[in-house]
């Protein structure tokens, strides 16, 4: 499971990379052209745009896969190991549930906006929507897999209270004297 999680939490750290590098050069290249010689590129505003919600959303799988979410144990912690695993449950199956909503929303949004090009870049519109559905499926599986995880019983305390390994560790240190 670590090596695939940290294979595709790999391929996706690099699809970020590679964006912010091509939003970083052409946007450094359009700002010295129009300020050096009156002049600029028209596409790169539009294909910043497209890059960023790719960088949105693929940060939002690393995000999911690194467990880098906000949250608030504070209940969580002080109940026994029976109703965390049905919090738990409860809150990735209501998380499946908003994912399949979205996915579906976001797909309809995508088949509409199938035949609509950009103005500048001539590409359909429907590429501002795949790094939704990317990221919706990415995430239905995770929340699949973690509801199968504890019906197996094979979900560990620290990931039923939502705490990660920095987290861990910070948690231990406020607690010695």
């Known amino acids: 499971m670590k090596t695939i999680r940290n294979y595709l939490l790999g391929g996706i750290e690099a699809v970020i990379a590679a964006c912010l590098a091509v939003m970083l050069v052409t946007v450094f290249l359009n700002v010295v052209l ?10 790169t505003e539009e294909l910043s745009r497209l890059l960023f919600v790719w960088v949105v959303f693929l940060g939002a799988a690393a995000a999911l896969f690194e467990r880098a979410h906000l949250g608030v144990n504070t209940v969580i912690l002080m ?7 049905a919090c738990f449950v409860l809150a990735n199956l209501l998380m499946l549930w908003a994912s399949w909503l979205v996915l579906s929303g976001t797909w309809r949004q995508a088949e509409i906006n199938l035949g609509t090009l950009t103005p500048v870049l001539g590409v359909s519109q429907s590429l501002y929507f795949l790094p939704v559905i990317i990221f919706m499926i990415i995430s239905l599986g995770w929340f699949s897999f973690a509801v199968l995880r504890v019906l197996v019983g094979r979900v560990s305390d620290d990931e039923l ?11 231990e240190r406020e607690m010695q004297p």
């Open 161 to 171: 209270a939502g705490m990660s390994a920095s987290e861990e560790a910070d948690a």
């Open 34 to 43: 129009r300020y050096a010689f009156n002049s600029g590129i028209t596409l």
């Open 79 to 85: 109940m026994p190991r029976s109703a965390r695993m």
